[in-house]
């Protein structure tokens, strides 16, 4: 049907945020409110191209930095196809990660800068809503070890959080330049779409931050259905 379309959703956040968790409610608390909803995860390892990012991350092989970044953003555009469908259909999609990984992680190596590594994913579909979970360092490192993939080092963790902290800063000042104009913007309108309101403090209860996360998905998807899908950093 014209015009109800679902809407798209992500949660990011470093490792351990509770993204998967926190996804896995969202989709529930959707459905439970009579909005057909699924869940999608990236990387998808079960495409031919997440077996080699799969193989990649659990170190049983090596690949060149900027190839597997490419491989990474390859793995969302090959599902770009699927998306559309579904969200054409009125089916929300709660995606746990997206590009905004792709640059934090990427971004977080030496010798990579933040345009070369945002090219890649520009004109993917874009997100009505992402939510950043928040959790610092410390906070993180009290849930637990590390487990052996590849990037799950506090060393690797702590260079990505700056990344994600420093791209969430710049669009805190889109936020507000914007915000001298037009009292109330779609939240579209921002270059990384983080938004202050978009910060979910990751640290409070699995309830607590759930209820934060419904209620804005909740906002989102009931606007959403007469917009058309949005291209990412364009
Ligand atoms: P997960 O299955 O959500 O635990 O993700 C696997 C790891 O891959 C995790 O450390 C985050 C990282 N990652 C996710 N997306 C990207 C990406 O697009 N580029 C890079 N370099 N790393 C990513
Ligand atoms: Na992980
Ligand atoms: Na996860």
Not at 105 to 116: R, Y
Not at 128 to 134: A, E, Q, R, T
Not at 140 to 159: D, I, N, P
Not at 193 to 218: G, K, Q, Y
Request: neutral net charge.
């Amino acid at each position: 049907m014209a015009g109800k379309r679902g809407a798209l959703i992500v949660l990011e956040g470093v490792d351990r945020a509770g993204k998967t968790t926190q996804c896995k409610k969202l989709v529930q608390a959707l459905q439970q409110n009579g909005r057909p909803a699924e869940m999608m995860r990236f990387p998808d390892r079960s495409t031919t191209i997440g077996q080699l990012i799969s193989s990649y991350l659990e170190k049983k092989s090596d690949l060149e930095d900027h190839t597997v970044h490419l491989l990474f953003s390859a793995n969302r555009w090959e599902l770009v196809p699927l998306m559309k469908k579904k969200l054409e259909q009125g089916i929300n999609l709660v995606v746990d990660r997206y590009a905004f990984s792709g640059v934090a992680f990427t971004s977080a190596k030496p010798g990579f800068c933040l345009d070369w590594c945002k090219n890649p994913d520009v004109g993917l579909p874009k997100p009505d809503l992402v939510m950043f979970l928040k959790l610092s360092p410390t906070e993180a490192s009290l849930r637990g070890q590390f487990g052996e993939e590849r990037y799950e080092t506090s060393v690797f963790q702590r260079a990505v959080q700056q990344k994600f902290e420093h791209l969430m800063k710049d669009a805190s000042v889109n936020w507000q330049f914007c915000s001298l104009g037009l009292p109330i913007l779609p939240l579209t309108a921002f270059h990384w779409t983080w938004t202050p309101n978009d910060v979910i403090d990751a640290s409070a209860s699995i309830e607590d931050v759930h209820e934060d996360i419904a209620t804005h998905s909740l906002n989102t998807v009931s606007t959403v259905e007469n917009q058309p899908l949005g291209e990412l950093w364009k």
